[in-house]
C-alpha cells in the first residue's frame, strides 16, 4: 500500500499529484493545516456578521457584485452558485484528470488562506479515500475565474447533489484511471459514511476560483511526456540503426559547440542506445560514401531537444502553479480580505499551447523517419514498404498512412487555444485564458504523439529484422525483442491494427522505454 500524500504541510510535488490522481494514493490533511484553515474561518465570520458588504461574503458574485445578500438568504446563495455554476456539457472528463481537479482545489483549501471551515477540507479528503469522483463534463470552462464549472461539478457532489462515479477506496495498489460505477452523489457519500456539506459564507467561491483542471492535466502531461520524449529517442535509434545512419553527430563535443541543454540530453541518449552495434559499426568510416544523413536522422536530438526545454519551461510554471494560492477574494496572513486576479490562467494555459506545438514537432520527425524506412529510394537497401513480398504484400504502408494522419491532426491541435477569449459575465470577464481547452487538447496530442511514436517503433523492429544477419545494439536490440513478444517479425501480410495497438501499450505503459534504459551502454 502506497502512502498516503500528505495535504497541507508544503506544495505538493507532481509525483504526488500523479500518485493520487492515476493510482489511487490516499491523502492526509496536515493538522497544522487544519488550525490554518480554522483560524482564517474565523475572519471570515467576523466579515459575516459587518453589515457592510464584503465580495464573496455577504455579495452576489461576479456582475453581481455589488448586490447585498441578507444573512438568512447566504445558504442558498452558495448552493445556488454551486448549481448554477455546474453547467459542464459534453463527454465525462477521465477519472484521473477529475481526481486531479479535486486533490489541487484540496491543497488550496488546506493553504489556510480561502476561508472555508475545517469541514470542507476534510470532505474533500474523504471523498478522494473513498473513491468519490464527480461527473464533470469537457466543455464548460474558459480558465479564467479558473475553471468554474469542472470545480462547480466536484462541489456538487460534495453538497450531495449531481452524480459520480465509484471506483474503490484509494489504496494506493493501483491505477484509479477506469469507468468506475455511476450513481448519485447522495447515494455514494452516504455509503462511504461523508455527510453532505452545507456551505456557508465564502465556501462556495473557495471551492470553484482555481486553475487546477488546467494545472492537473500540466502535470500529468509533463509526466508522460519525460516518458515519451525518452521513447522518441529510442524510436530515433531504431530508424537510424536500421537505416545504416551514423551516430558520429550525436558525439558530445559537437553538441557541446551548441550548448542547449535538451538537444545534449537527447543526443547522449542516442549515444547511449545505438552504442555497441554491429550494425552502426558495419558501415562506420569513409568508405561509407555519404556524407550525411537526412535531417529528420541527423537532426533528431534537436528537434527533441527543443521539446525537453519546453518541458523544462512548463515545470518551472507548473511548480509555482502548485506553490500557489488561488482563489477570489483571499485572505491574506495579516487577515484582509482582497480581491486579485491570481485566478486567471493565462501562465499555465501559455505552456499548454506551447508543450502542444513541441509534441507536433516530435511526432512529424518520427513519422518522416518512418517514411524513410518504407522507401526504397532511401532506406538504403531495405525492401519496399519493408513487405515480404513485394507488390503482393503491402507491408507497413498503411501504418505510415496512420501516422501520418495523426501529425495532421497534431498539427491542428497545436494551433493555440490561449490566444482567443470570448468575453462572458457581461463583460465583467472580459479577457479569459482557455487555459481548460488548451490542456484538454494537449492530452489528445499526448495521445497521437504516442501512436505515431508505437509506429516507428514497430517499424523499426520490423527494419532491424531484415537487416539480419547483421545484429542490433543492445538497447535497441532489447527493445525489437519487446515488440516482438506482441507483433510477429516480418513475413507475409496480416491484420496489421491489434499490432498497431499492443506496441501503443508497451509505449504508454513506459515499457519500451524503460527496456531501452536498462539495456543502453552506461
Known amino acids: 500500500m502506497t502512502e498516503p500524500v500528505l495535504v497541507g504541510a508544503a506544495p505538493l510535488s507532481p509525483a504526488d499529484v500523479v500518485a493520487v490522481a492515476r493510482h489511487g494514493a490516499p491523502v492526509s490533511l496536515d493538522e497544522g493545516a487544519i488550525d490554518r484553515i480554522a483560524e482564517t474561518r474565523d475572519v471570515i465570520d467576523a466579515l459575516a456578521a459587518d453589515p457592510h458588504p464584503h465580495y464573496g461574503v455577504s455579495t452576489g458574485f461576479g456582475a453581481l457584485a455589488t448586490t447585498f445578500i441578507a444573512p438568512e438568504r447566504r445558504h442558498q446563495l452558495q448552493a445556488s452558485l454551486i448549481r448554477s455554476h455546474a453547467a459542464g456539457t459534453g463527454a465525462e472528463v477521465e477519472i484521473e484528470v477529475v481526481r486531479a481537479l479535486q486533490l489541487l482545489r484540496l491543497q488550496t483549501l488546506a493553504s489556510g488562506r480561502t476561508g472555508v471551515r475545517p469541514v470542507v477540507a476534510e470532505t474533500y479528503a474523504a471523498m478522494l479515500n473513498a473513491g468519490i469522483t464527480p461527473v464533470v463534463r469537457e466543455y464548460g470552462s474558459l480558465g479564467c475565474s479558473g475553471d468554474l464549472a469542472p470545480l462547480a461539478h466536484i462541489a456538487l457532489a460534495a453538497i450531495g447533489e449531481g452524480a459520480v462515479r465509484i471506483s474503490g477506496p484509494s489504496t494506493g495498489s493501483g491505477p484509479s484511471t477506469g469507468s468506475g460505477t455511476e450513481m448519485a452523489a447522495s447515494d455514494a457519500l452516504a455509503a462511504a459514511g461523508i455527510e453532505p456539506l452545507v456551505l456557508v459564507e465564502k465556501e462556495g467561491l473557495a471551492l470553484i476560483n482555481g486553475t487546477d483542471g488546467m494545472l492537473g492535466m500540466l502535470l500529468l502531461a509533463l509526466h508522460d511526456l519525460e516518458m515519451l520524449l525518452t521513447t522518441a529517442d529510442l524510436a530515433a535509434a531504431m530508424s537510424i540503426e536500421s537505416q545504416f545512419g551514423t551516430d558520429a553527430v550525436f558525439a558530445a563535443d559537437l553538441m557541446a559547440l551548441r550548448p542547449q541543454t535538451g538537444q545534449a540530453r537527447s543526443a547522449a541518449n542516442?549515444?547511449?542506445?545505438?552504442?555497441?552495434?554491429?550494425?552502426?559499426?558495419?558501415?562506420?568510416?569513409?568508405?561509407?560514401?555519404?556524407?550525411?544523413?537526412?535531417?529528420?536522422?541527423?537532426?533528431?536530438?534537436?528537434?527533441?531537444?527543443?521539446?525537453?526545454?519546453?518541458?523544462?519551461?512548463?515545470?518551472?510554471?507548473?511548480?509555482?502553479?502548485?506553490?500557489?494560492?488561488?482563489?477570489?477574494?483571499?485572505?491574506?496572513?495579516?487577515?484582509?480580505?482582497?480581491?486579485?486576479?491570481?485566478?486567471?490562467?493565462?501562465?499555465?494555459?501559455?505552456?499548454?499551447?506551447?508543450?502542444?506545438?513541441?509534441?507536433?514537432?516530435?511526432?512529424?520527425?518520427?513519422?518522416?523517419?518512418?517514411?524513410?524506412?518504407?522507401?526504397?529510394?532511401?532506406?538504403?537497401?531495405?525492401?519496399?514498404?519493408?513487405?515480404?513480398?513485394?507488390?503482393?504484400?503491402?507491408?507497413?504502408?498503411?501504418?505510415?498512412?496512420?501516422?501520418?494522419?495523426?501529425?495532421?491532426?497534431?498539427?491542428?491541435?497545436?494551433?493555440?487555444?490561449?490566444?482567443?477569449?470570448?468575453?462572458?459575465?457581461?463583460?465583467?470577464?472580459?479577457?479569459?485564458?482557455?487555459?481548460?481547452?488548451?490542456?484538454?487538447?494537449?492530452?489528445?496530442?499526448?495521445?497521437?504523439?504516442?501512436?505515431?511514436?508505437?509506429?516507428?517503433?514497430?517499424?523499426?523492429?520490423?527494419?532491424?529484422?531484415?537487416?539480419?544477419?547483421?545484429?542490433?545494439?543492445?538497447?535497441?536490440?532489447?527493445?525489437?525483442?519487446?515488440?516482438?513478444?506482441?507483433?510477429?517479425?516480418?513475413?507475409?501480410?496480416?491484420?496489421?491494427?491489434?499490432?498497431?495497438?499492443?506496441?501503443?501499450?508497451?509505449?504508454?505503459?513506459?515499457?519500451?522505454?524503460?527496456?531501452?534504459?536498462?539495456?543502453?551502454?552506461?
Open 270 to 522: 542516442l549515444r547511449s542506445f545505438l552504442a555497441g552495434s554491429p550494425m552502426v559499426a558495419s558501415h562506420a568510416g569513409p568508405e561509407d560514401g555519404r556524407v550525411q544523413d537526412a535531417y529528420s536522422l541527423r537532426c533528431s536530438p534537436q528537434v527533441h531537444g527543443a521539446a525537453r526545454d519546453t518541458m523544462e519551461h512548463a515545470a518551472a510554471i507548473a511548480s509555482r502553479e502548485l506553490a500557489s494560492v488561488i482563489d477570489n477574494p483571499v485572505i491574506t496572513v495579516d487577515g484582509r480580505i482582497e480581491s486579485n486576479g491570481n485566478f486567471h490562467g493565462a501562465p499555465v494555459a501559455a505552456v499548454l499551447d506551447f508543450l502542444a506545438i513541441s509534441v507536433a514537432d516530435v511526432a512529424s520527425v518520427s513519422e518522416r523517419r518512418t517514411d524513410r524506412a518504407l522507401d526504397p529510394a532511401r532506406s538504403r537497401g531495405l525492401p519496399p514498404f519493408l513487405a515480404h513480398e513485394v507488390g503482393v504484400d503491402s507491408g507497413l504502408m498503411i501504418a505510415q498512412y496512420a501516422a501520418a494522419g495523426i501529425v495532421s491532426e497534431l498539427k491542428r491541435l497545436a494551433v493555440p487555444a490561449s490566444v482567443d477569449s470570448i468575453p462572458s459575465s457581461a463583460m465583467q470577464e472580459d479577457h479569459v485564458s482557455m487555459g481548460w481547452a488548451a490542456a484538454r487538447k494537449l492530452r489528445r496530442a499526448i495521445d497521437g504523439l504516442t501512436r505515431v511514436l508505437a509506429i516507428e517503433v514497430l517499424t523499426g523492429a520490423r527494419a532491424l529484422d531484415l537487416r539480419g544477419p547483421l545484429e542490433a545494439g543492445p538497447a535497441t536490440g532489447a527493445v525489437r525483442d519487446l515488440v516482438r513478444t506482441v507483433a510477429e517479425g516480418p513475413g507475409p501480410d496480416r491484420f496489421l491494427s491489434p499490432e498497431i495497438e499492443a506496441v501503443t501499450d508497451l509505449v504508454r505503459s513506459g515499457a519500451v522505454a524503460r527496456t531501452a534504459k536498462e539495456n543502453a551502454h552506461a
